[in-house]
């Protein structure tokens, strides 16, 4: 994690967002319910880049994490000066934990974290209360979140109260 201290958090947003249960079509970034959602996200991204954004962090999790990352890459394309982080809430094998880890899920977070520019690990194994402590970090090193929020308890919950707190710019894209 030290390598995040090299981070400014001036030029850094994070990812926060429901598993895909909670999102159109399960997020299925393919599905036309989700294309919206995209275009929406991919706006706010491009718009980000603009105000000078070039650190993405996302924490590494099934929904809208990845359906963030995935935008990112592509946007690489076009914005070679951005950098994607994965922030994993530990070093194992976490897509076994949750059932929300489908085949096509764990596809997608392997392509994930073969093309972004850093990983890194909150811990070496699961342990209670890690995901918040990851969302602690996501919000730490970020002056932006983008989020998918629909106003439920939960993580998002947790991250979209802590950014308020820390003064981060939210953008809910629920």
């Known amino acids: 994690m030290e390598a995040l201290n090299e981070i400014n958090p001036a030029h850094a947003l994070c990812f926060s967002g429901h598993r895909p249960s909670?999102?159109?079509?399960?997020?299925?970034?393919?599905a036309p319910e989700m294309q919206p959602l995209i275009a929406a996200l991919r706006k706010e991204l491009i718009a980000a880049i603009d105000r000078g954004k070039t650190t993405m962090l996302h924490g590494c999790m099934a929904g809208w994490d990845l359906v963030c990352s995935l935008q990112v890459i592509e946007l690489k394309k076009l914005y070679p000066q951005i950098q994607l982080i994965s922030v994993a809430p530990y070093k194992s094998e976490f897509f076994s934990r949750e059932k929300c880890w489908t085949p096509d899920w764990?596809?997608?977070?392997?392509?994930v974290l073969s093309q972004h520019d850093m990983?890194?690990?909150?811990a070496e194994q699961y342990r209670s209360g890690i995901y918040y402590e990851r969302n602690r970090v996501l919000v730490?090193?970020?002056?932006?979140?983008?989020?998918?929020?629909?106003?439920?308890?939960?993580?998002?919950?947790?991250t979209v109260d802590r950014g308020k707190n820390r003064g981060l710019i939210i953008k809910n894209l629920f």
């Open 106 to 111: 764990i596809k997608r977070a392997r392509e």
């Open 22 to 30: 909670r999102l159109p079509e399960n997020g299925d970034p393919d």
């Open 140 to 158: 730490q090193y970020s002056s932006e979140l983008i989020c998918y929020w629909d106003g439920g308890k939960g993580g998002t919950k947790y």
């Open 119 to 122: 990983g890194v690990k909150v």
